[in-house]
Structures are given as C-alpha cells and as structure tokens.
C-alpha cells in the first residue's frame, strides 16, 4: 500500500511540473515596429484559456491580413456582429495576422471589418448585437490574390470619445487622421445614419473622408478625395476636412454637404499606370526595391495581364494638389533584372499605360508611356 501511495505522488509531481511548464511558456504576441509584411503574427494561447471559444491564430491560407496598433484582443466579424459572421480573433499588437478565411469568404468583394473587443464578446457572447463596437474598418477580400494588404487597427480606437457619423450618400467612406493618405481611423457605410467612431480622448484631430469604391470590371479599388473648388481662396484645392477638438461629450459628424456636392470636386490624389504584359514570362512592377501590389492586393503581372497601378503624390506645402509631377524611380522586370521606367511629368487623375514584350526575361522590350486623352472621371466611378 506504502508503495502506491509514493507511485502516486510521484505521477501528481509530474503532472504538476508539466503544467507548470506548459503555462509558464505561453507565446505572447509582441509589437513589430516594422510595417513591411513579413512572416504572421503567432499567438498560441488557447481560446479555452479565456472563455471566449474564438480562435486568435494568424491563419494561412487567409482571408486578409491586419495590423493591431492597439493593446486590446479583438474579436472580428464581417459586416455585423452576428454568429453567423465571425471571422476569428486578432492578439494585442499583432502584426501581419491572418485571418480566417473558410466560411465567409468565397468570392470577391469589399466589407465592414467590425471589431470588438474579446471581453465584450464573453460578456455578450449569447446577445452578441448588443457588444459595444470597438472600431469599423473598410475591408477587402480577393478570392484571386494572395491579399498581401495590410488593414490597420489604429491606436487611437476604441477611445472613450465619441463622433456620431451620420452618411446619407451611397458612398463607402473611410476616415483618415491628418490627411487623405494618413492613418484609417474609420469607416462608415452607404447609408448609415449613426455609427459611433470611438477615439482616444482628450485629443485634437483634423479628418479627412475619402471615398472608397470597388469597380469590378476593373479590378480596381478607387479611392476618391473630395476638395474645394471654391470659397476662402486658401481653401480652394486642398482637400475636404473637418476638425474636432475631442473630449468626452459626443459630437455629430453629418456627410450633408458631400452629399450635395457643393463647393466640392474630386480627386484621386495621384496617378495611374496601367502595365500590359505581353512577354513571354510574369512581371512586376517596383518603386525602388519595392514591389508594388494593385489596389486589391494583386502584385505579378501574369502574361497576357493588365494590372493597374494607383501612384499617390505630395500634396503642395500649402495643402493643396498640384496639377503634375515628375516622377521616377520604378522598375517593370523580374526578380533577375528590374528595368527603369524614364523620369517624366505626370498628370494627376490621369492613366499612363506601358506595353511589355519581349520573349522572355532576357529580352524584354518596354514600350513608350502614352498618357490618356482626359482625366479619369471619378464622378462617374461613384455613380454621379
């Protein structure tokens, strides 16, 4: 009997070490001040650690790939909080994670990344429509890419300050920090009366509202910036913006007078190269030793592909658009041999196309930059 009680102790010691072990090694996730993809964000604590029952592994193959600037563990959904359309967990201060992709994703389209907080999520899991929203994102999966994107959690969601955005367009729009290329604070759909963007408080921020709008005969994501045309004379030709100094009673933010166009006209900010690749091998398209991808994630040009290129450019130190610039710096080639596109003046909203030929990668041939006859009309890519 002696001799079985020792057995015994000896097998809870074990038992016990092991636990000790296994707890006391979990892989936490960790801030990576590096915004170029590289490899996925691992997290390996178990969803039943939690309660939550909602897995935060970085997925591959994935739906799309996000960036959590934040200390929170979040929750993510495709269009509403509903069962039916979680999606799965991102750790505090991911980078480059990977989100599940079976199930919701199983064609091409845009959508609202909603996010919650895990703790929300637990504390609503059997009413989830009644979670506090943490941040709503614009979104995009490509059911033919790799979806090599990036979407950004910013540190400033999920704050205690509140601007109620109320959208009677039928516009998709995004919410941007400081200017029309800076940091994604937002989004609000077509149609929405009262989406709460929660941000950090107290703080003072100047918002830019960029359209967003997915062609699919394109394959193209525009992204559209209203600007003034007319008004205070230093107005004229900067973009759009409305200023907030936040502090913790809510303020309202009604897209009103974008809806009525006045006083606004459109921009895309920058540039568009349109490469056709009629060579004997795939090709890409670099600004420097930067492989640059389309608007929907998309980065090789296979043969007998068109990809198109969004280009933005530096705003006037005064705010406002130039009408052109020269620019240069970017390559078509392959891996082996990269190619240099000529310096030359750009148009702003205007398409640039290239032919490639060549019967393989030892002699490509690119061809002379021909310049579209007229700007792109962006008031008709959003139906106006």
């Known amino acids: 009997m002696r001799t079985v009680f020792k057995k015994a102790a000896m097998l809870c010691g074990i038992a016990i070490t092991l636990n000790l072990f296994v707890f006391g090694c979990s892989n936490d996730s960790s801030n990576n001040d590096d915004n170029t993809p590289s490899s996925p964000s691992v997290n390996n604590s178990s969803s039943s650690e939690t309660g939550s029952g909602v897995s935060f592994e970085s997925f591959a193959p994935r739906s799309i790939l996000v960036e959590n600037m934040t200390n929170k563990r979040l929750v993510a959904f495709k269009n509403s909080v509903t069962p039916n359309n979680l999606i799965s967990g991102i750790p505090e201060f991911a980078t480059n994670h990977g989100l599940k992709k079976e199930g919701l994703f199983t064609s091409t389209n845009e959508f609202v990344l909603v996010l919650v907080t895990e703790e929300e999520y637990i504390n609503n899991k059997s009413n989830l429509p009644a979670a506090a929203i943490f941040a709503e994102i614009y979104a995009f999966y490509n059911h033919e890419a790799d979806n090599n994107n990036v979407f950004k959690i910013s540190s400033k969601a999920g704050g205690n300050g509140r601007i109620i955005l109320q959208n009677p367009t039928f516009w998709n729009i995004e919410i941007r920090k400081d200017g029309p290329t800076g940091e994604v604070l937002g989004y609000i759909a077509p149609y929405i009366q009262n989406t709460a963007l929660r941000l950090e408080i107290p703080d003072d921020y100047d918002l830019f509202p960029v359209f967003k709008k997915y062609v699919p005969s394109e394959k193209e994501i525009y992204d559209i910036v209203p600007k003034y045309n007319e008004g205070h004379e230093l107005l ?61 994630g998309v980065k090789g040009i296979q043969q007998t592909y068109t990809n198109l290129y969004s280009i933005k450019i530096a705003r006037n130190p005064d705010g406002t658009y130039p009408d052109k610039q020269v620019a240069s710096g970017y390559f078509i080639g392959t891996t082996q041999l990269m190619l240099p596109l000529p310096e030359r003046e750009y148009k702003i909203d205007y398409i640039y196309s290239v032919r490639v030929t060549g019967a393989n990668a030892a002699n490509l041939v690119i061809g002379e930059i021909e310049e579209s006859d007229s700007p792109i009309d962006l008031g008709a890519k959003l139906g106006l």
Do not use: C, H
């Not at 759009?240 to 100094?245: D, L």
């Not at 913790?248 to 007078?257: G, I, V």
């Open 236 to 296: 004229v030709g900067k973009p759009y913006m409305q200023s907030f100094a936040l502090g913790e009673a809510p303020q309202t933010w009604n897209f009103n007078e974008l809806a009525s166009q006045l006083n606004i006209t459109l921009t895309s900010g920058g540039f568009y190269i349109r490469i056709q690749n009629d060579a004997g091998t795939a090709i890409r398209f670099a600004r420097g030793t930067e492989e640059l991808p389309t608007s929907t």
